[in-house]
Structures are given as C-alpha cells and as structure tokens.
C-alpha cells in the first residue's frame, strides 16, 4: 500500500500551488418548467449530464471567466461566459429548436410527463466501479441487488428477478450473451458507458415484452457541442493485487462529424478471503468500443462497434472429486483447495469475446416526426475450461458460438398534448454448440427466430395530469438438434409425450429436433400526478410474457462455473407476470425521497430446483432441475437524499422481496434478502472539492426459504452412509461498513482527482445467500483502492 498513498501525498503536496476550485450547479427545463433529463453541459474540459430532475453539478472548476455550453436534443443550446470565483448557480431554460413564431405555439403545448419511474447512475458513481463490473455499480439503486459467482461474475437483479428477465439494453442493442446463465455476467465494459439507467417493470415496450423483472439501459456518452476531450482512470486494488486502466477520447459537434472511442485494460490476481487466499479466482479484461457519427440537417448517421474479452477463473475449491468431498466442502463450511496467491489463471476458468456492431439513421421527417431505423449483429463466444486430464486441459469442456442479427425500426410522432411511438423488431439468431470438446454440451446447437410490433401513446391532460398505454406483439420460434441418452429421456418422462421430436435411434442415444413456436401479447397502462409541493405520484400496470429460454428447455448436463448437474424441461411453458406498482416522488434542494412499493404475479414462473447429488467421470455435483410454479412476489423499495448542511447529506437504501411459491405454499428459492444502506457524505469544494464518504451495508439474514437438502452416501469405514447436504440454509446476515475520500486539481489544462476507498474497512468474513459460490468459500476481504482520474 505504500505506493499507493505515496502517489496520494504527492498530489497533496502539489495542492498548495494549484488555484481554489468552485462548483457549478443548477437545473436544466423547458420553457414549461419541465426538467431535461440527460442534458449536456461542458465547462473548458469538464462535462456533466443533468439528473431525471434537471439537476446537474459541475465540480474542479479554477478561477474565472469560463464559457459554459448546455445543450439537449432538440433545444436550442445555452452557450455563454460565466465569471465563476465560487460555487455558482446557473439554471437554465432551453427552447425547442424552431423558428420564433413556432416557439409562441410550442409554449401552449403541454408535453407528455414518463409515467415510467427511472432511476440512473451518477457519473461519479459510474467511475468508482471502473475497475468492477455493471453488476456492482447497479447495486447503488434502490431495490437492485446482485446475483453473483464469486467475485467477478455479477449480474443484476431487479425487484427479485433476474438474467433473461431483466434485459441489458447496450447502444440501444438488446445484449445477446448467453445471458440465460446466472453464472454469465452481461458482456459490456462498464467504462464505455455515459449514462445508465434502471426501469422497474415491463413498461418499455419498445425494447421488448419480456422484461418480467425490468430492464437496464446503458448509453454511450453523446457530446453535441464542438469539442474534443479526453478522460483517463487509473485504478490499484490491493485485494487481487492488480488494477486497470480505462481511457476514453470524444469528439462532439452539433453538426457535421462527431466520434468517441474508450479502451479498458483490467489485470487482477487471487482474490482472498479474511482467512485464506480464494484459489485461481484472477481475471483479465482487454475492452474497446467507438462510434462515429454524422450530423445532417434533418438526419443523423452512426456506426458503434464494441468489443469485450475476459478471461475469469473459477475458484478451484467449487469442484469436487467425489461424493465425500463435495458433502465435506458443502457442509464443513471450509474450502478444500487453498494455495498461495498468483496471477495465474488455471481451470476452471471462463474466456469470453463479444462483439457488437451496429448501424442507425435517424431521420427527422417533419418538426414533430421522427424515424428511427438500427441494424445490429453480436458474435458471442463463450469457452468453459474444466478441471481435465492433462491431453484435455487446454481442450474447452463448453465451446459455445452465438451468432444474433437483428433489425429494429421506431417511429415516433408528437401533436399537440398527445406523443404516439409505435415500431417493429426482428431477430435471426443461430447457437452453435462444438461436438469437438469431448463432453455433451450443456445447451445444444439452436436457431431462433423472434418478430414483434409494438405501439405507445402517451397524452398530458394538464400540466399536473400524464397518462400513457401500450401493448406488443411478440412472434418467436426456437428449434434445437440434440443428442438425448435413452436413460435421461426416460427418466425426464419425454417417452411418448415428445417422441415426434425423436429423428434417428442409435440404440443409446436418440437425436432430436424439438421446436416451439410462441405467440405474446404484453401491456402497459401508466398514471403520473403532479400533487404540488414537488411531490408526484406515479402508477403502473403491466403484462409481460417470457418464453422459457435455451437453457430451461435444453439443458442437459454439467455447468462447468456453477459446478452443478442441470437438467432442462422441454414441458416449461411460457411464464405471464402481472405487475402493479406506485412510486410517491419528492424533489428538492434539501430533501427528496421515493417510495415505491410493488406486487408481481407470475404464472409459470420458471426456476432451478436441488435435487440429489450425482457422480459422473468428472467428479460429483448437486443436481438442479428447471421446476415450474406459480408465484407471487410483493416488496417495496426506498430512497431518500437529506443534504443536512451544504456540507454533511445523508443517503439511505432500503430494500425487501416477498417471494413466494403459491403452488406449493413454499417461500421461494434465491430471494433478496432485506438490505439497508446508510451513507453519510462531508464535502467541501473550497478545499479542492474534498469529500469524505462513509456507507453502511447491512444485509439480513434470509428466513423465508424452500428446504431443498438432500441426503447423499458418502463412504465411510468403507460403508456408504447416508448423510444430510445442507445446500438450502441461507448464510448469516452481515454488516460491513465501507469509506471514500477524494480531492480534485487543475494542472495546467488537465483536471486531476485522486479517490481512496476501503471496502469492508474490518475486514469482515461473511457469505451472501446469492453468490452461488456460497456453499464451498467466503466473500473477499478488506480492499484498498487508488483511483487517479484525469480529465483533459
């Protein structure tokens, strides 16, 4: 750590002849007073986006006259010098691009509040997690938690929910990576992003009529006024003793060319433990993404292309040679593989490469008109590398190629009060799965094919009354060429219910083609009501349908990062939510809160069930098999902001899932435990935008849970004996407290912050009931980090 606070003191030093830095803040809205959700705002080298309330703050600015450019789509942009010798307020109230006499009109039209409560990550917050993943970050929303596989894996969960049912929204491309696994995090850097954004719920019909939980919107950062800036962060961890380093450079204009281009390089070692090193659990990350674009009269032209590469190690300890040693590890509570730390990655271990290209126009058809036409193409590969014979060890045990186009038109038109969007989708997508590992593939060879057509009005009543409805059309078919063993049919019950799909008998084994076709409708309806004194009140209903996915309907086989035997269900029907929810909003300068409390019905909800444990060639896992129930789940999220003083706020987090399978009249399975967050956070700009942040995570224990243990003969003194696997019993709650520090400088033209933070500051030992690596070793410990940030 010497290093590191070395490089700390330095900055410090240098401190003394570096010029006072002040603050600018305000609020971005509409002539109508409406606030501009994601507007731009750039001082010399500095740049920020306004909050879903108009808000924007501007912090690192030196001493005097600046011009300050604020612009938003569609508005005329505020471009003028400001004399800043202390913090500043400067609100500002931006015009529709048109001409006068056009404007006189547009003041009397009254614009279509989102009756869809979104809640987005800060800038501020996006760069903390630089050298983490999109997971970690969206753990900082309210009712967002996270579904993990060790320390590296993180995959969001929403209101309780989670992989297929909470989509990834990449550029305005709908992620296609093998995002069925809980075990596979979403395939984009989290560095490439300049806004994201969370909606609860299946109000966003334009993305798709499957998002039973909600869905994540990652944006790239726009810049529309001319100018070229570039950032760079620079991040050491102590825990996994590596770090990363993310540039990113972007050209802006209003017309003409545009460009941004961003790189991440990521290096990590062993993670460990409070008590012992987490064996082979490094990890690599070598990122690109860039776009260009033109900016015509009445059109816009882009071309993005992305690309992720990771290679992630799975710790060694979650494979097991036989029945013995996987109940010894589950029920012991100790990992039965510990080494000294290395960098070497060994197997398990993951290597994923993702690309994502894509091409949009964007064309204005008349001032109230637009069209929007995007073509995109993913290739994901996905190689799982498995503890095998020395021949074998560099042979992937799941060699997995996803191959999606898709085609996505969006047509949207505002007249008078009223705004009507309505588009259609396409999507051709082919999995193959490589015969030549050796092993039966977890997910077979597929092809897919999904079509859908949507539509979305939208009307303002009043200035205080907003309310909106939409439903879709979703068309989709998946066929599937699979080799099943005669005994595994048989035992799945498949003989003389899906014999149709049977094309050759080779005596042990029968190939297959089974196909569904599924046919969706999903909806929406919406309230908002402006109550006065900042207080609104949102209210939505809605209908989703999910189609059960490769994995619930195909698997067959071992998962290689899970370390479990899981078996599809051919029989799994397509689940239907109906979700109803409210959110009570309040804004201010001092104190601002929501509340939204929610109820979620799924019929045919789908979900991996613990069965037995099985011995195979490789070694003995715990079963899972896709079930199906009906379910209920019911909770209630909770924000509020208190800024105490100009200097002291306070932040607090708080979460609860009911989860509840109706069938069986059983708690169910993986629920979010009830988690609180507190934080408290000093700042004061004078002193080089100096801040220190302390946040409390509490996460109960989970007492609502199915009891899945199974017994399993394990020998001793040669004599099977039957012994009880406690794989349900959630692990104890735990409370872990966490601290941030930072001050900014201006070196010439460059801004300069340098940030400290200490996770888990007593280095606690804890398990998480979603970390599906629970069963075999603890969470990491105590993490020192540097972070160093340039703007310039």
């Known amino acids: 750590m010497r290093i590191y606070f070395t490089l700390l003191a330095v900055f410090l030093a240098g401190?003394?002849?570096?010029?006072?830095?002040?603050?600018?803040?305000?609020?971005?809205?509409?002539?109508?007073?409406?606030?501009?959700?994601?507007?731009?705002?750039?001082?010399?080298?500095?740049h920020a986006m306004s909050l879903p309330d108009g808000s924007y703050s501007l912090p690192g600015i030196s001493a005097g006259s600046h011009r300050v450019v604020i612009s938003y789509i569609g508005y005329k942009s505020l471009d003028t010098v400001v004399d800043i010798y202390r913090n500043l307020i400067l609100d500002a109230t931006l015009k529709p691009e048109s001409t006068q006499l056009q404007e006189v009109v547009l003041t009397e039209t009254l614009q279509a509040k989102s009756t869809v409560h979104e809640q987005r990550l800060k800038a501020e917050t996006i760069d903390k997690y630089s050298n983490a993943s999109l997971g970690d970050a969206l753990k900082e929303i309210a009712g967002v938690s996270s579904v993990k596989m060790g320390s590296t894996i993180v995959k969001p969960v929403i209101n309780g929910l989670?992989?297929?049912?909470?989509?990834?929204?990449?550029?305005?491309?709908?992620?296609?990576?093998?995002?069925?696994?809980?075990?596979?995090?979403?395939?984009?850097?989290?560095?490439?992003?300049?806004?994201?954004?969370?909606?609860?719920?299946?109000?966003?019909?334009?993305?798709?009529?499957?998002?039973?939980?909600?869905?994540?919107?990652?944006?790239?950062?726009?810049?529309?006024?001319?100018?070229?800036?570039?950032?760079?962060?620079?991040?050491?961890?102590?825990?996994?003793?590596?770090?990363?380093?993310?540039?990113?450079i972007h050209q802006g204009a209003e017309k003409g060319w545009a460009w941004n281009a961003s790189g991440t390089f990521k290096y990590m070692g062993d993670r460990e433990s409070p008590?012992?090193?987490?064996?082979?659990?490094g990890n690599r990350e070598a990122n690109f993404a860039g776009d260009i674009k033109y900016i015509g009269n009445s059109y816009n032209l882009t071309a993005y292309y992305s690309f992720y590469n990771a290679t992630i190690g799975i710790a060694e300890a979650t494979h097991t040679g036989s029945t013995s040693d996987l109940v010894r590890a589950i029920n012991s509570h100790q990992p039965n593989v510990v080494r000294p730390f290395t960098y070497s990655i060994g197997a398990p271990r993951q290597e994923i490469m993702h690309h994502l290209a894509k091409i949009n126009l964007n064309k204005k058809l008349d001032d109230n008109t637009t069209l929007a036409v995007q073509y995109a193409f993913q290739l994901n590969k996905r190689e799982e590398y498995d503890l095998r014979r020395a021949d074998l060890i560099d042979k992937p045990a799941l060699d997995l190629t996803l191959a999606t186009h898709s085609l996505n038109a969006d047509w949207k038109q505002t007249n008078g009060n009223a705004t009507l969007k309505a588009g259609a989708s396409g999507l051709m997508q082919h999995n193959s799965a490589s015969p030549d590992t050796g092993v039966r593939p977890l997910i077979p060879t597929y092809d897919r094919f999904d079509a859908g057509a949507y539509g979305i009005y939208s009307y303002a009543f009043s200035t205080t009354l907003t309310a909106d409805a939409g439903i879709r059309y979703d068309f989709s078919h998946i066929e599937a060429t699979k080799f099943y063993q005669v005994t595994r049919w048989e035992n799945l019950g498949y003989t003389g219910v899906y014999d149709n799909f049977i094309t050759q008998d080779f005596g042990t084994q029968y190939l297959t083609k089974p196909s569904f076709t599924y046919h969706n409708i999903s909806a929406s309806v919406g309230l908002r009501k402006e109550l006065g004194n900042s207080l609104s009140l949102l209210g939505n209903a809605s209908l989703a349908m999910r189609n059960p996915n490769a994995a619930e309907l195909f698997s067959?086989?071992?998962?290689?990062?899970?370390?479990?035997?899981?078996?599809?269900?051919?029989?799994?029907?397509?689940?239907?939510?109906?979700?109803?929810?409210?959110?009570?909003?309040?804004?201010?300068?001092?104190?601002?809160?929501?509340?939204?409390?929610?109820?979620?019905?799924?019929?045919?909800?789908?979900?991996?069930?613990?069965?037995?444990?099985?011995?195979?060639?490789?070694?003995?896992?715990p079963v899972f098999r896709y079930k199906q129930t009906n379910a209920l789940m019911a909770g209630l999220d909770l924000h509020a902001d208190w800024n105490i003083t100009n200097r002291f706020k306070y932040t607090f987090n708080g979460a609860y899932v009911y989860g509840q399978n109706t069938t069986e009249g059983l708690p169910l399975i993986d629920m979010p435990p009830l988690n609180i967050t507190n934080t408290i956070r000093y700042t004061k700009t004078g002193w080089h935008n100096f801040f220190a942040e302390l946040r409390s995570e509490a996460v109960f224990t989970q007492s609502r849970y199915p009891n899945y243990n199974f017994e399993a003969n394990v020998l001793v003194n040669n004599e099977l004996v039957p012994t009880l696997t406690d794989i349900s019993t959630p692990p104890a709650g735990y409370h872990l407290l966490h601290f941030t520090t930072g001050m900014q400088f201006t070196l010439g033209k460059t801004v300069a912050a340098v940030n400290v933070l200490v996770n888990n500051i007593f280095n606690t030992a804890y398990r998480d009931y979603l970390n599906r690596q629970r069963l075999y070793t603890d969470e990491i410990g105590r993490n020192f980090q540097i972070q160093l940030k340039l703007n310039y």
């Open 15 to 46: 401190s003394r002849c570096a010029h006072a830095q002040s603050t600018l803040s305000g609020k971005v809205a509409t002539t109508q007073n409406q606030p501009l959700d994601g507007a731009h705002i750039h001082i010399d080298n500095l």
């Open 275 to 281: 008590d012992y090193v987490l064996s082979n659990t």
């Open 162 to 248: 989670h992989s297929s049912r909470v989509p990834i929204i990449s550029n305005n491309v709908r992620m296609e990576d093998q995002q069925w696994g809980t075990e596979h995090a979403p395939n984009l850097d989290i560095n490439s992003a300049g806004r994201v954004t969370v909606i609860k719920g299946a109000g966003a019909l334009q993305y798709g009529g499957d998002a039973v939980g909600g869905l994540v919107l990652v944006e790239p950062v726009t810049v529309l006024k001319d100018t070229l800036f570039g950032r760079t962060i620079v991040t050491a961890d102590s825990n996994g003793r590596g770090g990363s380093i993310t540039s990113s």
């Open 556 to 621: 067959d086989g071992l998962n290689h990062t899970n370390a479990t035997i899981e078996l599809g269900n051919l029989g799994n029907k397509k689940e239907e939510a109906v979700k109803v929810s409210a959110t009570l909003l309040k804004t201010g300068s001092v104190f601002s809160f929501e509340v939204t409390p929610y109820i979620n019905r799924i019929n045919n909800f789908i979900y991996l069930q613990p069965s037995e444990a099985e011995a195979t060639i490789r070694g003995t896992f």
